[in-house]
T-cell receptor
């Protein structure tokens, strides 16, 4: 069972470069999420997609864009990377709808911006 | 949330003992609570959840207790094993908001053999 798969696992960028982080889930979940995790700040929601074709901003959307390509895939793009975007990025999915359901996470992309 | 600052609270237990990890949540309108375990280099892994109409739920070796009066959540791990060493996060969800989870800052559990 693959669950939520993120690529790449590690990446180093220079300031100003662009990059797309990929996420795919095989659980037929409607909702998908992108988080960043920084020391001492817990998980912060960047963007989420309630269903295919919709996306919404989370707590910290500035500097990021997302695309819900289809039901399985949700990508996160940094158009012009900044050192403040150095973080660990997690993608998650859930069957969220009328009932509460847990989010399931990938193993993250560790991104360093020099 | 659980704490502020760069240093996670740490709970150190002996292998075989029971562990209790606590979480104070902030929103009295929250109706759903989840515990996650995060091992080094991995993503958060779902452990157990509880809805606000319950005060206790049991899983395999884990129990979650919810006290809505004092807005307190706890995770009890029975017979703690070295493989339980990780950072544990609680998260809450506000009623009517099916998207956003509010995350605690985590508690580090260290199991001594």
């Amino acid at each position: 069972n693959a669950g939520v798969t993120q690529t790449p696992k590690f990446q180093v960028l220079k300031t100003g470069q662009s990059m797309t982080l990929q996420c795919a889930q095989d659980m037929n979940h409607n909702s998908m999420y992108w988080y960043r995790q920084d020391p001492g700040m817990g998980l912060r929601l960047i963007y989420y997609s309630a269903s295919e074709g919709t996306t919404d901003k989370g707590e910290v959307p500035n500097g990021y864009n997302v695309s819900r390509l289809n039901k399985r895939e949700f990508s996160l793009r940094l158009e012009s990377a900044a050192p403040s975007q150095t973080s660990v990025y997690f993608c998650a999915s859930s069957a969220a709808g009328q009932t509460n359901q847990p989010q399931h996470f990938g193993d993250g992309t560790r991104l360093s911006i020099l | 949330g659980e704490s502020v600052g760069l240093h996670l609270p740490t709970l150190s237990v002996q292998e075989g003992d029971n562990s209790i990890i606590n979480c104070a949540y902030s929103n009295s309108a929250s109706d759903y609570f989840i515990w996650y375990k995060q091992e080094s280099g991995k993503g958060p892994q779902f452990i157990i959840d509880i809805r606000s109409n319950m005060d206790k739920r049991q899983g395999q070796r884990v129990t979650v207790l919810l006290n809505k009066t004092v807005k307190h959540l706890s995770l009890q791990i029975a017979a703690t094993q070295p493989g339980d060493s990780a950072v544990y996060f609680c998260a809450e969800k506000e009623a009517g908001n099916n998207r956003k989870l509010i995350w605690g800052l985590g508690t580090s559990l260290a199991v001594n053999p």
